[in-house]
């Protein structure tokens, strides 16, 4: 019978140990030092006795959130002790834990397929496979050559709220997971951390009809940076339907390369859906390089 627990500080050798099985050398942070859970993020262990074999991991996504979901963002057990009942176990308990918060169920990301009978055996689906692109040497990536009449700034703050959140719902409406935004939502890019007013980037019109025709945002996770991994992700970037074709993608690209070499980063990252082929064969171009699917996993709590 799985025996299931919620993390506490004295497991951290033990998910450490886990982690590290998961995803490699060093994911489970230096040994040495206390291993603890960044704020909002909650972790299950599970076993049948002895040490743990199984655990599942929970963040704060705040989309994810707005959605009505719970963010699942690690779902391993070992492999030798699969087919035992302790992945349902660990899903089990994370779908209380969406049910206690008011939520709807889960959205798990998994950089490998789970088996369809689990699948089957939890009521769980798959949503999307989105594939990971990355750009390396920056240095490379000329700077941008923006035309006459147009420029490329960052946000200014409070006066771009309101028109960003009417560009990111045009430019974004028919993105697999779209929310549509509000400036406060839009306020919440910046209260994070991870995103700064100087790496949310706007391409501008400055003829009539003056406004933002794109956007490229950059998102710096500082736990990266002190495994000294200098990558910028990039969340969101887009152009309005009616300027699209025109390479404004390009110049965008390149102010987010830009932007990413000015602030001492050395790579930049990104997720496109599988099913829009001409948006992948666009980062292709750029010079991205695939790294890999990510699945999108859903189980409602009901």
Known sequence: MPEIRPFEPQDGEALR?????????????????????????????????????????????????????????ALFVSPPRRRRGLGTALLRAAREAARAEGLGGLWAYSPVELPPAFLA????RRRRALRLFRRGSLESVPYPRVPQGYRVRPAGLPADLAPAAALYNAVFSRMWNFRAHAARDIAEWFEGGETAPENCLFLESLAEPAGLLGMAVLAV????????????????????????????????????????????????????????????AFYRRMGFEERGVLQVYEWEVA
């Open 17 to 73: 140990r886990l982690m590290e099985e998961a995803f490699g050398p060093g994911a489970g942070g230096k040994p040495g030092e206390p291993l603890s859970l960044p704020d909002g993020c909650r972790a299950w262990l599970a076993g049948e006795g002895g040490a743990p074999a199984a655990f599942c991991r929970t963040v704060p996504d705040k989309e994810t959130l707005a959605l009505g979901r719970l963010c699942l963002d």
């Open 121 to 124: 055996a939890t009521g769980g």
């Open 221 to 280: 996770d500082s736990s990266r940076l002190q495994r000294g991994d200098r990558t910028a992700y990039i969340p969101d970037i887009g152009v309005l339907p009616g300027h699209r074709g025109k390479g404004w993608g390009e110049i965008l690209i390149a102010s987010a390369a830009a932007r990413a070499r000015d602030a001492g980063l050395a790579a930049l990252e990104l997720l496109a859906d599988t099913e829009d082929a001409a948006v992948c």
